[in-house]
């Protein structure tokens, strides 16, 4: 064990959280605890509310100028310490350190979109809507704001928000999953070094007790999530129900269209990294692929099985490993159930990953499911493991028909050579984040990320300018200069050419 004492950041103050819960920490590559920390309980949340709210009076007051330099200096810290962050993600999370560094640029990519909130915050003016009259509009910061994110991306997720949310003028409470929280405790020192006032961003850690705080408070003004369906569905009713605005981000099943003029060699490059990287603990891991035709079917799977029987598993720190270990072992076990009802329901297991479940550690090789069909469960549910399913149709109507009728609604794309195909899938297909010739349409970070129907609730999407517009409130300022024009009183609304 590590035993670093792991403490919540509340006010720029390190404090032990008064929760009976403990969290136990494990590396997920040994299976061993290395660490453990005591989760915060709904008083330390509330206290982590106060000092965001106090903090708003003065921050909402910096000018986003100066609040982008403190992103600039950000930057710069993340660009210094990425090696250290990316060990911290792997040693709890278990994506490979190559992995685990792409998240930490991910994240740095939002930092940089953040370093130019003047110019996203820069507002539209009318000049004489009416005789003297000016209209303009300001985007405003809602005060405190909250973000509760998933052990998957440590990092990148949290950063998806609080850098935004901060960058608007808003203050913020992160609440991290209790799995891997502590590369994101670091980021929270960064931004005090890198010259953010205590106070502006508290990072805690808790379970539901924390959650249901910062869900209750009325000083939280809006709460983004990025988690599972059953836990974003209640945190978004609940967040609704006491009046905050709420986007939350949610399960996925991603599916990929082969289609028969595809290049097999790049959909089986693109399959292996999209399914099978970070152990397929992605919210936009391809899950699905739905092969167009017999023929491509046969041909594919003919080509993948051996190259994913060859990816090199392992510890996140060994040479040349290509993919890590699950989460727990309880998600081991999940995964390892589902490849089970696969096999009862009917499905051809054309490549069996078990074998390394018998590692030390929380491991799953990656399988492959041919002959799936939509009743199964490994095609319903969200896996969340290195679990591929790969669906016969005959026509790409089908496959269409397929991707649009699932529950889920976050990424797909399609593999062709054809631009009418291409074209009518990117107009018709029922997701937030559709590709072409992609293996996983993650936006970057000045365009925004999120889903459809049951992979978001609320409105807004993720980062870029929605992120912006989620984040703050919108003013507009109706004026008219110079003062003592009188009109006299009116009693009517004035519109078109009456107006003056
Ligand atoms: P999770 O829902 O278990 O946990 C997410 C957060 O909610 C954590 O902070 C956790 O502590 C908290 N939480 C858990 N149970 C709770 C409860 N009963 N009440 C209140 N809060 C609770 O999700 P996870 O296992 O950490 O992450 C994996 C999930 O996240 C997958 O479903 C994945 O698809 C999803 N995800 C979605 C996106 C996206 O952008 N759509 C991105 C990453 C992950």
């Known amino acids: 064990m590590t035993n670093q004492n792991l403490q919540h950041i509340i006010n720029g103050k390190k404090v032990t959280g008064t929760s009976s819960t403990v969290f136990d920490i494990y590396n997920p590559s040994t299976g061993q605890k290395i660490n453990k920390m005591q989760g915060a309980s709904a008083n330390d949340v509330r206290q982590a509310i106060d000092s965001a709210d ?28 990425v090696e250290e962050l990316a060990e911290l993600i792997s040693i709890e999370h278990g994506k490979t350190l190559a992995d685990a560094k792409g998240e930490v640029m991910r994240g740095v990519e939002v930092v940089e979109f953040c370093t130019a909130i003047n110019s996203h915050l820069k507002s539209d003016y009318t000049a004489d809507v009416s005789a003297n009259i000016d209209s303009y509009n300001l985007r405003q910061p809602l005060g405190v704001c909250a973000g509760i994110t998933p052990f998957n991306f440590p990092a990148m997720v949290p950063m998806w928000m ?11 409470v992160l609440k991290l999953s209790e799995r891997d929280p502590s590369c994101a405790l670091r980021l929270t020192e960064l931004m005090s070094e890198a010259g953010l006032p205590d106070g502006v961003l508290n990072t805690v850690v808790g379970d539901k007790e924390a959650v249901d705080e910062l869900l209750h408070n009325p000083k939280v003004a809006a709460i983004s999530f990025v988690g599972s369906t059953s836990v974003g569905e209640y945190i978004y009713q609940e967040g609704c129900k006491h009046n905050k605005r709420v986007q939350a981000l949610c399960g996925a099943k991603n599916h990929m269209i082969v289609m028969p003029d595809a290049s097999l060699d790049q959909a089986c490059e693109a399959i292996l990294g999209a399914a099978y990287g970070s152990a397929g603990e992605r919210c936009m891991a391809v899950s699905v692929v739905v092969a167009v035709g017999d023929e491509i079917a046969d041909a594919m799977v003919k080509q993948l099985a051996p190259m994913v029987r060859a990816l090199k598993v392992g510890a996140y720190d060994e040479e040349g490993v290509e993919m890590g270990p699950v989460i727990t072992k309880q998600s081991q076990e999940n995964i390892l159930n589902y490849i089970e009802e696969g096999i009862t329901q009917g499905a051809t297991l054309v490549l069996d990953g078990r074998d390394h479940a018998k590692n030390e550690g929380f491991y799953v090789g990656g399988c492959i499911f041919d002959q799936v069909s939509d009743q199964m469960s490994i095609y319903t549910d969200e896996i969340f493991g290195p679990v591929l399913s790969i669906i016969r149709v005959s026509t790409y109507e089908q496959a269409l028909a397929l991707v649009n009728s699932h529950e889920y609604g976050n990424g797909a794309t399609v593999f062709t050579r054809d631009g009418d195909t291409a074209r009518h899938f990117t107009m018709n297909v029922e997701v937030g984040m559709a590709g072409v010739n992609v293996p996983i349409p993650v936006p970057v970070a000045m365009h925004s990320f999120g ?9 807004s999407s993720i980062h870029g300018m929605e992120g912006v517009r989620f984040y703050t409130k919108l003013k507009t300022i109706t004026s008219r200069w110079p003062s003592g024009i009188r009109k006299g009183a009116q009693f009517h609304f004035e519109g078109g050419k009456d107006a003056s």
């Open 54 to 81: 106090a903090a708003f009076e003065h921050w909402k007051k910096v000018p986003p100028s100066k609040r982008a330099q403190i992103m600039f200096n950000y930057r710069e810290l993340l660009y210094k310490n």
């Open 162 to 172: 609080y850098p935004v949310a901060i960058a608007c003028g808003n203050t913020f």
């Open 451 to 459: 889903g459809w129907k049951r992979s978001l609730f609320g409105s």
